[in-house]
């Protein structure tokens, strides 16, 4: 297989690993080419299913796919079926896999220092107003000093516009996020979803924060963007723990 696959490079415990696809290494044709793993994005379905069954070759079980929804409902992977509505999953079994689906909303990827918590959000700009950051830390339970992050590919801020309405909603949660908006026309605005996710962590106290500048937009060879192409593939983001840990 043809694969470009990014392996996020930050301080993780040796026990945490973690996998991002990009769109290639895939069966899929056309505007979904070619690893496109979304099941409900109108590609077709014995496409979709060789896709995920060669993601699943490079990892200890098959993901725990989300029914994404932009909200902030968080849940326990190994207590969870496949398509439960969520936008991120937290785990501290082993071989249990955390995963998000992205086309330009920002994936994160969350551990804690000593190995033996993990977990994978979709933070579009709806749910990351909304507070899924805060809540997928705090299903953690870990203070969040102990706490790793890692900012994956995302739309980046020369190609995120959004109307008044979107920077009202991130200013009435915190007046530091002004720093994220740059002006582009009466009433448009350049958004930088990167800056305002980190600015939601460093809030809540996590400071070791790595990733990001990876932009879905400009780079249609290696990223699907829904925003660019309005019908795209998706891509996934990942990550578990691969041995046994005593919490």
């Given at each position: 297989?043809?694969?470009?696959?990014?392996?996020?490079?930050?301080?993780?415990?040796?026990s945490?690993?973690?996998?991002v696809?990009?769109?290639?290494?895939?069966?899929?044709?056309?505007?979904?080419?070619?690893l496109?793993?979304g099941?409900?994005?109108?590609?077709?379905?014995?496409?979709?299913?060789?896709?995920?069954?060669?993601?699943?070759?490079?990892?200890?079980?098959?993901?725990?796919?989300?029914?994404?929804?932009?909200?902030?409902?968080?849940?326990?992977?190994?207590?969870?079926?496949?398509?439960?509505?969520?936008?991120?999953?937290?785990?501290w079994?082993?071989?249990t896999?955390?995963?998000?689906m992205?086309?330009?909303?920002?994936?994160?990827?969350?551990?804690?220092?000593?190995?033996?918590t993990?977990?994978?959000?979709?933070?579009?700009?709806?749910?990351?107003?909304?507070?899924?950051?805060?809540?997928?830390?705090?299903?953690?339970?870990?203070?969040?000093?102990?706490?790793?992050?890692?900012?994956?590919p995302?739309?980046?801020?020369?190609?995120f516009?959004?109307?008044?309405?979107?920077?009202?909603?991130?200013?009435?949660?915190?007046?530091?996020?002004?720093?994220a908006?740059?002006?582009?026309?009466p009433?448009?605005?350049?958004?930088?979803?990167?800056?305002?996710?980190?600015?939601?962590l460093?809030?809540?106290?996590?400071?070791?924060?790595?990733?990001?500048?990876?932009?879905?937009?400009?780079?249609?060879?290696?990223?699907?963007?829904?925003?660019?192409?309005?019908?795209?593939?998706?891509?996934?983001?990942?990550?578990?723990?691969?041995?046994?840990?005593?919490?």
């Amino acid at each position: 297989m043809d694969t470009d696959w990014i392996i996020p490079d930050w301080p993780a415990p040796a026990s945490v690993h973690a996998l991002v696809t990009t769109r290639r290494g895939g069966t899929s044709r056309g505007v979904y080419s070619s690893l496109n793993l979304g099941a409900a994005v109108g590609d077709d379905p014995e496409a979709v299913a060789e896709n995920r069954a060669r993601l699943c070759r490079h990892l200890p079980a098959a993901p725990i796919w989300l029914q994404q929804v932009h909200g902030t409902e968080v849940v326990c992977a190994e207590s969870s079926t496949q398509g439960v509505i969520a936008d991120a999953s937290w785990s501290w079994k082993p071989h249990t896999v955390c995963a998000v689906m992205v086309a330009d909303c920002l994936p994160v990827l969350l551990c804690d220092a000593d190995g033996s918590t993990v977990a994978a959000a979709h933070a579009g700009w709806r749910g990351l107003c909304a507070g899924i950051l805060e809540r997928t830390v705090k299903a953690l339970e870990r203070p969040p000093e102990s706490i790793l992050a890692w900012l994956g590919p995302a739309i980046g801020p020369d190609h995120f516009e959004v109307g008044d309405e979107v920077r009202e909603a991130f200013l009435q949660r915190d007046a530091h996020a002004v720093t994220a908006f740059r002006p582009r026309q009466p009433g448009k605005w350049m958004a930088d979803l990167n800056g305002l996710a980190r600015q939601r962590l460093r809030k809540i106290g996590i400071t070791r924060i790595h990733g990001g500048g990876m932009c879905t937009y400009s780079d249609s060879a290696r990223f699907f963007s829904h925003r660019r192409d309005r019908i795209s593939g998706r891509m996934a983001a990942t990550v578990w723990i691969d041995a046994p840990i005593h919490r």
